[in-house]
């Protein structure tokens, strides 16, 4: 059974803090890491990927991923009351091209 | 900046009805998906199209679901005869590669089965 797994929070962070978000799967070979924001009754918006072990920096967010530990998080810095939303951690099957096997989502909330 | 558009935005419909989903995926991308995410759950994959044929399904995807690609533009899923728990958001995304990531979504269809 794949699995991603996440809490689902509710998270809260300062404003100005660093929001850090965490998810785990469970497919060991997984390639492709992707995270995605989801505003209350909007569609995913793709924030970052990775492919690679270490950190991705775009920005204000940080993608981390350490395949032998088979853990991806993703760091938010500076948060600001706009990035409060439901963040989606998606892995891409091991067995596919083109599927995503989806974690139930962090909701994260940044208080002024 | 290219998106993602789908129509309608909200189908309301009677369980045993066919219902329509269209999407008109971004005009560079060459693999589409549909998606659904009942309320308050994960998003599921349902179906990968490429090249004018389904790449790949998942289990949801049974016979009561299709795809087409109808013109250069549209890309639809149809539901033959609908159930309750059909109700739920169908997203539809395009990605330029085949690599399953970098899907760009459409804002959505919220389908309601009464």
């Known amino acids: 059974q794949k699995e991603v797994e996440q809490n689902s929070g509710p998270l809260s962070v300062p404003e100005g803090a660093i929001a850090s978000l965490n998810c785990t799967y469970s497919?060991?070979?997984?390639?492709?890491f992707f995270w995605y924001r989801q505003y209350s009754g909007k569609s995913p918006e793709l924030i970052m990927f990775?492919?690679s072990n270490g950190d991705k920096e775009d920005g204000r967010f940080t993608a981390q991923l350490n395949k032998a530990s088979q853990y991806v998080s993703l760091l938010i810095r500076d948060s600001q009351p706009s990035d409060s939303a439901t963040y989606l951690c998606a892995v891409r099957a091991l067995d596919s091209n083109y599927q995503l096997i989806w974690g139930a989502g962090t909701k994260l909330i940044i208080k002024p | 900046e290219p998106e993602v558009t789908q129509t309608p935005s909200h189908q309301v419909t009677q369980m045993g009805q066919e219902v329509i989903l269209r999407c008109v995926p971004i005009?560079?991308?060459?693999?589409f998906y549909w998606y659904r995410q009942i309320l308050g759950q994960k998003v599921e994959f349902l179906v990968s199209f490429y090249n004018n044929e389904i790449s790949e399904k998942s289990e949801i995807f049974d016979d009561q679901f299709s795809v087409e690609r109808p013109d250069g533009s549209n890309f639809t899923l149809k539901i033959r005869s609908t159930k309750l728990e059909d109700s739920a958001m169908y997203f539809c995304a395009s990605s330029v590669t085949s690599l399953g990531g970098e899907q760009f979504f459409g804002p959505g269809t919220r389908l309601t089965v009464l």
């Open positions: 497919d060991r070979g997984s390639q492709s």
């Open positions: 990775i492919y």
């Open positions: 005009s560079n991308h060459l693999y």
